[in-house]
C-alpha cells in the first residue's frame, strides 16, 4: 500500500537505498530482497529514493522501477512512502501521480 493518511504511519520508517547495477540499472532483485528483510527485521515502513540522497541521481524511470519493486516486494504488509524531492512544485506534483 501507498501511505495516503499520516494516520497510517508509526514507528520506524526506513529510508531504503536504490542498489544499481553496472549498466545503470536498478538491481531489481537486491531491492526486493532488502525491502523483504527489512519488513522481517519489523520496519514500520519503507522510504524508497527518499532520505538516501539519490533521488536527484536517478532517472525518473529509476526512480518508477524501485519504488514498483518496492510495494511489490512490500506486498501491502507494510506502509510504502515514496521519496519526492523535486525542487518544483509541477515535477513533485507529477511524481507523486506516478507520471
Given at each position: 500500500?501507498?501511505?495516503?493518511?499520516?494516520?497510517?504511519?508509526?514507528?520506524?520508517?526506513?529510508?531504503?537505498?536504490?542498489?544499481?547495477?553496472?549498466?545503470?540499472?536498478?538491481?531489481?532483485?537486491?531491492?526486493?530482497?532488502?525491502?523483504?528483510?527489512?519488513?522481517?527485521?519489523?520496519?514500520?515502513?519503507?522510504?524508497?529514493?527518499?532520505?538516501?540522497?539519490?533521488?536527484?541521481?536517478?532517472?525518473?524511470?529509476?526512480?518508477?522501477?524501485?519504488?514498483?519493486v518496492?510495494?511489490?516486494?512490500?506486498?501491502?504488509?507494510?506502509p510504502?512512502?515514496?521519496?519526492?524531492?523535486?525542487?518544483?512544485?509541477?515535477?513533485?506534483?507529477?511524481?507523486?501521480?506516478?507520471r
Open positions: 500500500m501507498i501511505a495516503t493518511s499520516p494516520d497510517l504511519l508509526s514507528g520506524i520508517i526506513t529510508a531504503t537505498p536504490t542498489p544499481v547495477l553496472q549498466d545503470g540499472s536498478i538491481d531489481t532483485k537486491a531491492a526486493a530482497n532488502l525491502a523483504n528483510r527489512l519488513v522481517a527485521a519489523g520496519a514500520d515502513g519503507l522510504a524508497p529514493i527518499g532520505g538516501t540522497g539519490e533521488y536527484t541521481a536517478l532517472t525518473v524511470e529509476q526512480r518508477q522501477t524501485m519504488l514498483d518496492t510495494l511489490q516486494a512490500v506486498a501491502g504488509r507494510i510504502v512512502v515514496a521519496g519526492i524531492l523535486s525542487p518544483g512544485v509541477g515535477e513533485t506534483l507529477a511524481a507523486g501521480r506516478g
